[in-house]
């Protein structure tokens, strides 16, 4: 029997909740509309009751900071000031890349998820003096506007793909979940990857569920094959198949080795990055994820300018760190 909250159509009225809640966390300068308080008296009791009526831009940020609190709820608390904040379900080593060219600069690539419901924020990933990848969430508000802005810029554009996680967080809309038909499941993605121009690769959001699903993967993977897509697994689950799949299907991938902000403190996020920097120098290339956070962007405004002379490691785009493992 499945549980009338995951039927397609009750998934429909919790995206459109989720859509309300967050098109409450407009640009500072933009009025967010009113929300009514109806859709929030339909959600099942296993899901988080949404929090009350706020017109900030805090709302997506919380609810990814309360994904990170269920998902990762076994996650040890840090041994040392220096210990890095990873989740716990993360292996210890990340699978290595292959370093094709020894004596190529140590390169890092970054990956912003999450963007499109902050004009602001994108905007400022795009002017960032590196090529940062933008990966924007389907059926936002900012998605076409960034998708353009970037592409205009050479920055790399992607689909950041909701994908179900094991903790009934919802996802938003265009979400792949374990319950659907490969037919609903290659629709809603068609229609997501066709929402955007100009996208050149996928990663998950969220996810923890759906990639740990190899069914799924394998008609996942074959659609990004189709269209020449690149696939990045952010690793929300140590059991992700998702890197398997693209395997079989011919699809390029990488997987993220370093979330920079799962601790947004100026200590955690440099502590992440020293991570992804000792990674790349170790074996060429790293990838790190990051979310378009205020710290994380003042962050990145701070330390990405003069990078390669004081660390000796240049930011790549997603691209060229695919061209170096493939090469
Ligand atoms: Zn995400």
Request: hydrophobic share 45%; glycine share 6%; net charge negative.
């Amino acid at each position: 029997m499945i549980a009338w909250w995951r039927t397609p159509a009750s998934r429909g009225l919790l995206a459109g909740c989720l859509l309300v809640l967050l098109n409450g966390c407009g640009e500072p300068d933009a009025p967010a509309p009113e929300r009514s308080a109806e859709p929030v008296a339909t959600l099942p009791p296993e899901l988080p009751a949404p929090e009350p009526a706020r017109q900030d831009e805090a709302h997506y940020d919380e609810l990814r900071a309360r994904w990170l609190e269920l998902e990762h709820a076994a996650r040890p608390p840090a041994a040392a000031a220096d210990a890095i904040p990873e989740p716990a379900a993360e292996p210890v080593e990340p699978a290595p890349i292959p370093v094709t060219d020894p004596g190529a600069t140590p390169a890092i690539g970054i990956i912003i998820d999450d963007v499109g419901h902050h004009l602001s924020r994108g905007r400022r990933l795009i002017a960032l003096p590196v090529p940062v990848a933008l990966a924007i969430l389907p059926h936002t508000q900012s998605a076409d506007a960034l998708a353009a802005e970037a592409a205009a810029a050479g920055r790399i554009v992607m689909l950041h793909q909701p994908m179900e996680n094991g903790a009934a967080l919802p996802i938003g809309p265009g979400g792949l979940y374990s319950d659907m038909e490969r037919a609903e499941l290659e629709r809603t993605l068609r229609a997501n990857l066709d929402s955007i121009a100009g996208i050149r690769g996928l990663n998950n959001h969220m996810g923890s569920r759906l990639t740990s699903d190899r069914q799924a993967m394998d008609w996942v993977m074959p659609l990004l094959a189709q269209r020449g897509l690149f696939f990045v697994d952010s690793r929300t689950s140590a059991a992700t198949q998702a890197a398997f799949a693209a395997e079989a299907a011919g699809v390029r991938h990488l997987s993220r080795d370093v979330f920079l902000d799962n601790d947004r403190s100026a200590a955690g996020l440099e502590a992440a990055f020293q991570r992804a920097l000792v990674l790349a120098r170790q074996r060429g290339t790293a990838l790190v994820i990051g979310h378009p956070y205020p710290e994380t962007l003042a962050y990145l405004e701070r330390r990405l300018p003069d990078l390669q002379r004081q660390e000796g490691v240049e930011v790549v785009s997603v691209e060229e760190l695919l061209a170096r493992k493939y090469r």
